[in-house]
Nanobody, 118 residues
């Protein structure tokens, strides 16, 4: 059974940090491009960051560049998102997604809530 389980969300003050994790099981993790998305209330889901299958290339939305860092550990089958200097506008549910290389296969996690508020 395929599972992507996010954790690490919570309530943090502006300027604070959080580290999200996504634990994968049930599929060949190192064959999948991994991404973080987020969805704020009343808004569409948006891509936050992505990382290639070997972790060699990373990409970020302009809104998080320089503040967020995506990483993966293929041995531990985990994806992470280090979020620093958090802003109120980063408040959203954060989802991890696995995308199969050259296929239409994709898996989503259930999401973890991040709330940035003073």
């Amino acid at each position: 059974q395929v599972q992507l389980v996010e954790s690490g969300g919570g309530l943090v003050q502006p300027g604070g940090s959080l580290r999200l994790s996504c634990a994968a099981s049930g599929f060949t993790f190192h064959y999948y491009v991994m991404k973080w998305y987020r969805q704020a209330p009343g808004k569409e889901r948006e891509l936050v960051a992505g990382v290639t299958i070997d972790g060699g290339r990373k990409s970020y939305a302009d809104s998080v560049k320089g503040r967020f860092t995506i990483s993966r550990d293929n041995r531990k089958r985990t994806l992470s998102l280090q979020m620093n200097d958090l802003k109120v506008e980063d408040t959203a549910v954060y989802f991890c997604k696995a995308e199969g290389m050259g296929t239409d296969t994709a898996y989503w996690g259930q999401g973890t809530q991040v709330t940035v508020s003073s």
